[in-house]
Nanobody, 116 residues
Framework: QVRLLESGGGLVQPGESLSLSCAASGVVIEVRTVRWYRQAPGSERELVASLTTDDIADYADSVKGRFTISRDNDKNTMSLYMNNLKIEDTAKYFC??????????WGQGTQVTVSK
């Protein structure tokens, strides 16, 4: 059974940092492209960052230079380090592992709230 479990969300002020983690079980993330998505209330889920098996990272324009995606293959975890957070970063963040075009897995999400 595949399980992705996010942690690390919380309430922070603008300009602060937060690190999210996603622990995977039942799937080896070392051989998969991993992704972080987010969804704000009333909005569609959007891709925030991705990391290929060759460690090539890509980011949404809105987070470039502020967010960093990484993975720890020994621990089978992926992370998203978020720096200089803005109010518009407020959303529920989800980790994602895609096995093929027909099969992908999602975590349950972790809430990030950026507020003064």
């Amino acid at each position: 059974q595949v399980r992705l479990l996010e942690s690390g969300g919380g309430l922070v002020q603008p300009g602060e940092s937060l690190s999210l983690s996603c622990a995977a079980s039942g799937v080896v993330i070392e051989v998969r492209t991993v992704r972080w998505y987010r969804q704000a209330p009333g909005s569609e889920r959007e891709l925030v960052a991705s990391l290929t098996t060759d460690d090539i990272a890509d980011y949404a324009d809105s987070v470039k230079g502020r967010f960093t995606i990484s993975r720890d293959n020994d621990k089978n975890t992926m992370s998203l380090y978020m720096n200089n957070l803005k109010i518009e970063d407020t959303a529920k963040y989800f980790c994602n592992v895609r096995v093929n075009s027909l099969l992908e897995y999602w975590g349950q999400g972790t809430q990030v709230t950026v507020s003064k």
